[in-house]
């Protein structure tokens, strides 16, 4: 019975790690943020797991002692009594010293985190949209200001302040491996900050529904040596690259002459509408569509060819092209590296 049980455990368990692909993000932290967060999950998990064991064995023994046989089963037992109010006496007062230590240490874990960023190296502003991240780099410099979306870069090892916004309605901004989660309010802005300790690409998740395509909200972090980061950001400040082929020059064309202009931005070219992902560099991003789907030649044609049967409700239409006008335009995009 009890061999059956266990198995039938084991499998579940299995079953759940095999859905998940692998162990949960989040306690597999990558930078002091998540650190302290994992930290503090298993304390928790620990101590509660303890006091439900404690409880569960008591349980078993009242269970197990308990007597019927008895003459007289309301009569008075003042040496029992007295055993236990001393027993609930102990375990109220063990309740007590359980909780303020739990929140002793999640006020420490808060001051840790709020440590974290004192001292950023770098200050971004992501504004959340439905459904989609726009990332801007602060600069006191007006020009080195930098708009991108969905994808971060950030120098390895250094704190990033990111100060969250929304245009809409609440977000929430999750990347489990680097920090906890920070709400993203529309009118107000609130901070969090993120810190990786080894490069990598670490994968963010909006973490509040917020309508049809909560699911596909997605970022990617990708933490970069100091070098690596910088070469970066100076590529991304740069213009749009002046298209080489004939096919990539129709293709901006076709992007100039369509109501992509109206939403999108690309600099270097007449278009600057804002309400839509910044797009000078797409072809150097790994995704598409807030995460949705792997930045490649045929993801891109199929999502402007029919981007609602991708994401469902997003903002983005379809525009009539034909087939050279589809091709041309895709083939542009990606020569924006
Ligand atoms: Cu944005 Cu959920």
């Known amino acids: 019975m009890t061999a059956r049980l266990l198995r ?3 499998m579940a368990g299995a079953a759940l790690l095999a859905g998940c692909g692998e162990w949960p993000a989040a306690l597999t932290p990558m930078g002091e943020g998540g650190d302290r967060i994992a930290r503090l999950f298993w304390l928790f998990t620990i101590v509660c ?16 002692r308990h007597r019927v046989d008895r003459a007289d089963p309301l009569a008075e037992e003042p040496r029992r009594d007295r055993a236990a109010r001393r027993v609930v006496g102990a375990c109220l007062a063990a309740t007590g010293v359980i909780l303020i230590v739990l929140t002793g240490f999640s006020w ?9 960023g004192e001292r950023p190296a770098l200050t971004l502003r992501v504004t959340a949209s439905q459904w989609w ?3 801007q780099y602060e600069d006191d ?13 950030i120098p390895v090892g250094e704190p990033v302040q990111i100060k969250l916004e929304a245009n809409d309605v609440i977000h929430s901004f999750w990347v489990p491996r680097l920090s906890g989660k920070e709400d993203l309010i529309p009118g107000r802005q609130n901070v969090i900050t993120i810190k990786a300790d080894a490069p990598g690409r670490y994968r963010g998740q909006c973490a509040e529904f917020c309508g049809l395509q909560h699911a596909k909200m997605a970022l990617l972090v ?12 100076e590529a991304q ?4 690259a002046e ?16 109501p992509c202009v109206m939403c999108h931005q690309i600099r270097g070219t007449p278009s600057g509408g804002r309400v839509a992902p910044e797009l000078t560099h797409i072809g150097s991003r790994e995704t598409l569509a807030a995460g949705t789907l792997p930045l490649t030649r045929g993801s891109l044609a199929a999502w402007i060819a029919d981007p609602q049967a991708i994401k469902p409700g997003s903002n983005m239409p379809r525009v009539d092209l034909d087939a050279d006008e589809l091709n041309a335009l895709v083939a542009y995009l990606e020569s924006l590296k």
């Open 108 to 116: 420490w874990t808060g001051k840790g985190l709020a440590a974290l």
């Open 8 to 10: 039938s455990v084991a």
């Open 222 to 233: 990708v933490a970069e040596p100091r070098p690596a980061f910088d070469a970066w950001r």
């Open 133 to 135: 991240w726009q990332v």
């Open 49 to 64: 797991a303890v006091v439900w064991l404690l409880v569960v064995l008591a349980l078993a023994i009242a269970i197990a």
């Open 141 to 153: 410099q007006p020009n080195r200001v930098l708009t991108t979306a969905n994808e971060i870069h």
């Open 243 to 258: 298209p080489q082929e004939a096919e990539a020059r129709r293709g901006r064309d076709v992007f100039l002459s369509k």
């Open 237 to 240: 400040l740069a213009p749009a």
